[in-house]
């Protein structure tokens, strides 16, 4: 199962690498700079805007019988809890974004940060979407859903910035694009799934669990993406995105493991919740072989270093347009 919501995860978590020669044909390092960062300032909007409680979902959701109304309302209150949030934070951003240009992504225009900002709001929906797939086991619908949002932003990534030749602003059109349209198939599922409830009760909870795991997810932030934001306040667009393709190369084992960490904690929090030392064995086991196949992959990328670098570079090459 796992395997499989690991599959799903990484379809889109790895979409960037997956059309790196693409970027290295189409783009200036400069433009390949703006959109490395572009992704991290995206990035920490999507972490900010559910406030965690998006890991409460998987906290709380094996409480109560399954499709139950009680287990509908749960789902219900911190989606609609989550939504605000996002909303009032994204209306935040548009409002003080030009002066966050000025002060301090002086390399992104106001536009663009529009752009991501609204597309980090509306990627909300789709994400809470696929996490309750997984909470409720359903892998092929998880897989269908997660292949299609990739399929849709890589095939609108290609059309509007390299073939209609839109460059960095094409990459954050299509990002909105996707996000919205996948957003709004979301909500549209969630309708028929849920409660539109909200129990304070419910988000008094979720809030003690979520706040100690937001700390967690902007520490995540800050070691994976602050370095491209200290490397454009002393150096340049084209050192971030240099910065960028060394730094995808060197992430295939993070992807692996990041995805397989996402997709085996639902099993968990439902097998701790019906019998707490049965899942410490069971899971203590799977940690087992997790960890020795983990230490195998990655000696395997060490080993193999050189021949992996040479691969994408000739990638990258022949994407070239020549001369």
Known sequence: DSSVYAFGRIALTALDFFLLPVYTRVLTPDEFGMITLGAAFMAVVVVLSPLGLDTALGRFFFDHKESGREQRAVVGTLVIAIAFVAFSLACGLSLVGPRLEIDFLDDLNGRFLLLLVWAAFFSVFPALWLQLLQLRRQ??????????????????????LWLLGRGAMGWGEAYLITSV??????????????????QFSVLR????????VLLHQIAGWTTTYSSRFILSQFATLR???????AFGIGQILSLIVTSFN???????????TRDSESASAEFGVMATYYLAAIVG??????????????????ACRQAQPTP
């Open 181 to 198: 349209a996948v957003g709004l198939v979301a909500i549209a599922f969630f309708r028929r799934e849920i409660s539109p409830v909200v």
């Open 262 to 272: 996402f997709a085996y904690a639902p099993r968990f929090m439902a097998a701790a």
């Open 297 to 314: 992959v990655a000696l395997a990328v060490s080993l193999f270093a050189d021949e992996i670098v040479a691969t994408v570079e000739l």
């Open 205 to 212: 909870d979720a809030a003690k669990y979520a706040l100690p």
């Open 139 to 160: 892998p092929r619908r998880y897989v269908a859903f997660a292949l299609a949002h990739a399929v849709t932003r890589g095939g609108l990534t290609l059309l509007l």
């Open 239 to 245: 050192a971030v995105g240099v910065f960028q393709v």
